[in-house]
């Protein structure tokens, strides 16, 4: 589809909902990508490589706003307040609308009907890492020190409610070894309690973690996703380890509910258009990302799946938030 083509579906769209007067500002009318982390990490990385694209392609301003805090759901109920006239969009992980449900006994929205699923963007491994605590070299060795330390046997992880949360409670299962869950308020404070030894073992996205690695400060011992990470071949997967364990991360985009099918349709063909460049494909790769990018249909079945395979693994772990 031409850019022209494109531009014209989007206005074509928002004319059945914008007045007159807003359709004649509407090209100075920022979008808005909303994000519930703080500046950093990989949803941010994506994000900001998006809205570059799309002031591009939209010749428009593209603000990335953060609005970090409760696992995302600061930044779903900030779009949940928005108009579906496509000026607003999240983008983040699957999280709040695969695990919150599990976890959240009132869970103040509905992760199916209050929001439109647009696409996926991008997937990405988490990994296994460990550090001068275990001094293993492999997964093998790690298991091995985890069997004869069963009482130092745990893993830190960014938080808690987090999909590394609950693949750590999985990989204890799945070896044997309770371990014990240390949640901390984000990625860089676990790392350096494995760099220090304080702690035997963490789980994180392999994006943040593979320079530690590389520099020998860390060992990542496997990674959680279908294959080999581009970004470590050398590394294998916990399935190659016959470990039945898998974790695949998304980074998606969701609308407000009730969007127009065919407002629908035209931003996801540009979301689409812009991750499928080989440009962004480049840039992705450097950062250990794949372009995964998928129909808004297909997001809702991801969606459905996620939620169903985590809730079996969040229930047997029996955690439960509050709020």
């Known amino acids: 589809m031409t850019l022209n083509r494109r531009k014209a579906l989007i206005q074509l769209a928002a004319s059945a909902v914008l007045s007159p007067a807003t359709m004649a500002s509407e090209s100075q009318t920022p979008l808005r990508l909303l994000l519930g982390f703080a500046p950093g990490g990989t949803v941010d990385v994506v994000a900001r490589m998006l809205a570059e694209a799309l002031r591009s392609s939209l010749a428009k301003s593209v603000l990335v706003e953060y609005k970090p805090g409760a696992g995302q759901r600061l930044a779903l109920n900030e779009l949940r307040r928005t108009p579906a006239d496509g000026r607003t969009l999240f983008v983040g992980t699957l999280s709040p609308f695969t695990i919150a449900p599990h976890i959240i006994r009132n869970l103040d929205y509905d992760p199916v009907h209050d929001f439109t699923p647009v696409a996926r963007l991008v997937t990405f491994d988490a990994c296994v890492a460990t550090g001068p605590a275990t001094g293993a070299n492999n997964m093998q060795q790690l298991i091995a020190w985890l069997r004869l330390n069963p009482n130092k046997a745990a893993y830190g992880t960014p938080g808690n409610g987090t999909q590394p949360h609950f693949t750590g409670f999985a990989l204890g ?151």
């Open 173 to 323: 299962q799945a070896i044997g070894v309770p371990m014990v869950h240390i949640p901390y308020k984000g990625g860089n404070l676990p790392l350096n309690d494995l760099i220090g030894g304080q702690i035997p073992l963490i789980i994180n996205t392999l994006p943040e973690l593979v320079e530690t690695h590389r520099s020998g400060k860390i060992r990542i011992v496997a990674v959680t996703g279908s294959k080999r990470s581009a970004l470590l071949p050398e590394i294998p997967t916990l399935h190659e380890l016959k470990i039945p364990l898998q974790a695949d991360n998304s980074v998606v985009v969701y609308a407000p509910s009730m969007m127009s099918p065919a407002l629908l349709k035209s931003i996801n063909e540009e979301l689409v258009s812009a991750v499928n460049s080989p440009a962004m494909k480049s840039r992705f790769n450097q950062h250990g990302l794949i372009a995964s990018p998928s129909t808004s249909e297909q997001l809702a079945q991801i969606q459905a799946a996620e939620k169903l395979y985590l809730g079996r693994i969040i229930k047997a772990s029996g955690y439960v938030q509050s709020e």
